[in-house]
C-alpha cells in the first residue's frame, strides 16, 4: 500500500491555517438603515430615562452616590499611599536588622581568624 502523495493542486486548496476575509464593503444603502436604527434606539432609551417618575430625586441620589464613589476613591488612594510607606519602612528596618546582624556575625569571624593566627 503506497501512502497518499500530496500534489500541488491539493495543498493549494487547503484551507487550514487561512483566514476567510470576506472584502465585502457595506453598501450606503444598508449604513442608512444602521444608521437610522441607532438614532432610534438611542432616542427610545433616553425618553424611557426622561420619563422616570420622581427623576428629581434620583438625579440627586446619583450625585450624591458619585460624590460618594469620588470621596472613596481619593481616600483608597491616600490610604495605599500610606501603606506604601508603611511597607517601605518595614522593608528598610529588615534591611538595617540584616545588615546589623551580618556586621556583628563578620566582625566575631574576623576576631576569632586573628586570635587563632597569633
Partial sequence: ?????????SSENR?????NKSNK???LSRQF????LM???GGYILNAF?????RDEWLTIISNSWHRIITILVDSFDLLKILIVTISILIGIL????????GIIRIFKLIIFFFRHK
Avoid at 500500500?1 to 493542486?9: D, L, V
Avoid at 438603515?33 to 437610522?36: D, K, Q, R, T
Avoid at 534591611?95 to 551580618?102: A, E, N, S, V
Fill in 95 to 102: 534591611m538595617g536588622l540584616i545588615l546589623l546582624i551580618g
Fill in 50 to 54: 426622561n420619563q422616570i417618575p420622581n
Fill in 25 to 27: 464593503k457595506i453598501s
Fill in 15 to 19: 484551507k487550514v491555517f487561512r483566514k
Fill in 33 to 36: 438603515i444602521e444608521a437610522l
Fill in 39 to 41: 438614532l432610534l434606539i
Fill in 1 to 9: 500500500m503506497t501512502p497518499y502523495k500530496i500534489t500541488r493542486k
